[in-house]
């Protein structure tokens, strides 16, 4: 079971989650960030320090969730490893940033 970035993560992007990810497993979409499930070893180290609670187990994500995250392109230009990688959203809150 992987993990899926939701709706909260639209337009914001804050990338903590990028920054801890010990298998480097983010990619980065103009609106939000997706975790591809065929490289999330299911750590939970992103889920706690989403500072937008974006972050749930797959079987915690309505179905519209899960395809969108199935639908996403995992191409290698997508990839982000570093939070300063990350291109914040229009939502993104410097007081929410950590």
């Given amino acids: ?7 909260p993560c639209v337009n914001c992007k804050y990338g903590d989650c990028v920054e801890v990810c010990p298998v480097e497993c983010f990619y980065q979409a103009e609106d939000m960030l997706y975790i591809n499930p065929e490289e999330c070893i299911d750590c939970t180290a992103c889920q706690p320090v989403c500072p937008v609670a974006a972050i749930f187990p797959a079987d915690e994500c309505t179905q519209e969730w899960i395809d ?11 990839k982000v490893t570093k ?10 809150d410097a007081a929410k940033a950590g």
């Fill in 1 to 7: 079971m992987a993990f899926v970035v939701t709706e």
């Fill in 83 to 92: 939070k300063d990688q990350v291109v914040h959203g229009p939502g993104w």
């Fill in 68 to 78: 969108r995250n199935a639908a996403f392109p995992w191409a290698p230009e997508y």
